[in-house]
């Protein structure tokens, strides 16, 4: 992926400012909606998926699965209707042959799902066709770059979607790299 542009750049001065974000984007996704979640260690890859569980009205405290894979949170969708948000963290898995052994397939099959994918270097690219890729880039202490790179013709409608709401609908980072 370090050829390939991101189609949305943005700069988070802040974890607050990660989290806003995560729930702006959280407003354009719908049922059956992937992303994924690359970089380092203590990255903000966690406190994105807590902004996006604050967009999709989830009540309980939204912490990494890091020891158990998965967790599923309910939340509204912003119609009203119902979603489930399925946080996964794959940073403990060893071989892709997990990957059936604790039900990813069924959460990335349920059409009212999110699915947000901690650690996704791990998943094989066979698994999704249709998805965003979130590059998650430490700049200083609090500082974090954005990158997104849709796959598939939903992924490409979920980044042009954020576009417009952050920055307008621009090709232009949301906040400057100072």
Same mark, same amino acid.
């Given at each position: 992926?370090?050829?390939?542009? $991101?189609? *949305?750049? @943005?700069?988070?001065?802040? $974890?607050?400012?990660?989290?806003?974000?995560?729930?702006?984007l959280? !407003?354009?996704? !719908?049922?059956?909606?992937?992303?994924?979640?690359?970089?380092?260690?203590?990255?903000?890859?966690?406190?994105?998926?807590?902004?996006?569980?604050?967009? *999709?009205?989830? !009540?309980?405290?939204?912490?990494? $699965?890091?020891?158990?894979?998965?967790? #599923?949170?309910?939340? +509204? *969708?912003p119609?009203?209707?119902?979603?489930?948000?399925?946080?996964v963290d794959?940073? !403990? *898995?060893?071989?892709?042959? #997990?990957?059936?052994?604790?039900? /990813?397939?069924?959460c /990335?099959?349920?059409?009212?799902?999110?699915?947000?994918?901690?650690?996704?270097?791990?998943?094989?690219?066979?698994?999704?066709?249709d998805?965003?890729?979130?590059?998650?880039?430490? @700049?200083?202490?609090?500082?974090?770059?954005?990158?997104?790179?849709?796959?598939? #013709?939903?992924?490409?409608?979920?980044?042009?979607? /954020?576009?417009? #709401?952050?920055?307008?609908? +621009?090709?232009?980072?949301?906040? $400057?790299? +100072?």
């Amino acid at each position: 992926m370090s050829e390939r542009m $991101p189609s *949305l750049d @943005l700069v988070s001065h802040s $974890p607050d400012q990660t989290r806003q974000f995560a729930a702006t984007l959280a !407003r354009q996704l !719908r049922g059956g909606d992937v992303l994924l979640l690359q970089g380092p260690l203590g990255s903000g890859k966690t406190t994105f998926v807590q902004g996006l569980a604050r967009g *999709l009205g989830v !009540r309980e405290y939204v912490q990494s $699965p890091t020891f158990i894979l998965v967790m #599923e949170h309910r939340g +509204t *969708l912003p119609d009203g209707s119902p979603v489930r948000l399925y946080h996964v963290d794959l940073y !403990r *898995l060893e071989e892709p042959s #997990e990957l059936a052994t604790f039900g /990813l397939d069924d959460c /990335l099959s349920d059409p009212h799902g999110i699915v947000v994918i901690e650690w996704s270097e791990r998943l094989p690219a066979s698994w999704v066709d249709d998805y965003v890729v979130i590059r998650f880039e430490p @700049l200083a202490e609090t500082k974090r770059r954005l990158a997104f790179y849709p796959f598939g #013709e939903r992924g490409r409608a979920i980044v042009e979607a /954020l576009r417009k #709401e952050v920055v307008g609908g +621009t090709k232009r980072s949301a906040a $400057p790299r +100072t």
